[in-house]
T-cell receptor
Framework: QKEVEQDPGPLSVPEGAIVSLNCTYS??????FMWYRQYSRKGPELLMY????GNKEDGRFTAQVDKSSKYISLFIRDSQPSDSATYLC?????????????FGKGTKLSVKP | SAVISQKPSRDICQRGTSLTIQCQVD?????MFWYRQQPGQSLTLIAT?????????ESGFVIDKFPISRPNLTFSTLTVSNMSPEDSSIYLC???????????FGPGTRLLVL
């Protein structure tokens, strides 16, 4: 079992739809959870960062962490064509190497006008 | 957030040759890292570039294959040595934003080995 599982998609939705992106993980030591957005031929861009369980909202984006289920989600409201990108979840453990982010494979999202 | 640049942005190389990738940050950072993103795979940490000392490599990566330099707090290089087609990948540097746990990535270097 991989440490982080993420459905690669592709996921195609109409403009204005609510998008739900998810990752599951197996390592209970993970405490820091991030979502990155990666446009084609660009580096990953940090979207959301959460510590431990709970929800965090930033504009149209909501990140949710459920540590009991080892499950994290990213919700995008009122999706726009400009949201079309690959979304990567990433996580790391408390007290572990600051560098060692463990990534999912990414979900490719396409928002159709 | 820090502005990170990488050179070259892409390259096509012959097997058996080496390529050095540069990473430049617009501010001093303590933590700098090198990742690999192979097609259809997760980003994988290659090593932590330590300023003034040898890099710390992750399991499966060795200094002879991926020598790293970190001469100061704003610059690092990664060399991919004796390349084979399996080294075709995107190579990314990242830095930790001071005072946080968050990492920011450069634009990446796209390498194709023939």
């Amino acid at each position: 079992q991989k440490e982080v599982e993420q459905d690669p998609g592709p996921l195609s939705v109409p403009e204005g739809a609510i998008v739900s992106l998810n990752c599951t993980y197996s390592n209970s030591a993970f405490q820091y959870f991030m979502w990155y957005r990666q446009y084609s031929r660009k580096g990953p861009e940090l979207l959301m960062y959460t510590y431990s369980s709970g929800n965090k909202e930033d504009g149209r984006f909501t990140a949710q962490v459920d540590k009991s289920s080892k499950y994290i989600s990213l919700f995008i409201r009122d999706s726009q064509p400009s949201d079309s990108a690959t979304y990567l979840c990433a996580m790391m453990g408390y007290g572990g190497s600051q560098g060692n982010l463990i990534f999912g494979k990414g979900t490719k999202l396409s928002v159709k006008p | 957030s820090a502005v990170i640049s990488q050179k070259p942005s892409r390259d096509i190389c012959q097997r058996g040759t080496s390529l050095t990738i540069q990473c430049q940050v617009d501010s001093q950072v303590t933590m700098m890292f090198w990742y690999r993103q192979q097609p259809g795979q997760s980003l994988t940490l290659i090593a932590t570039a330590n300023q003034g000392s040898e890099a710390t490599y992750e399991s499966g990566f060795v200094i002879d294959k991926f020598p790293i330099s970190r001469p100061n707090l704003t610059f690092s290089t990664l060399t991919v040595s004796n390349m084979s087609p399996e080294d075709s990948s995107i190579y990314l540097c990242s830095v930790v934003h001071p005072g946080t746990e968050t990492q920011y990535f450069g634009p990446g270097t796209r390498l194709l080995v023939l």
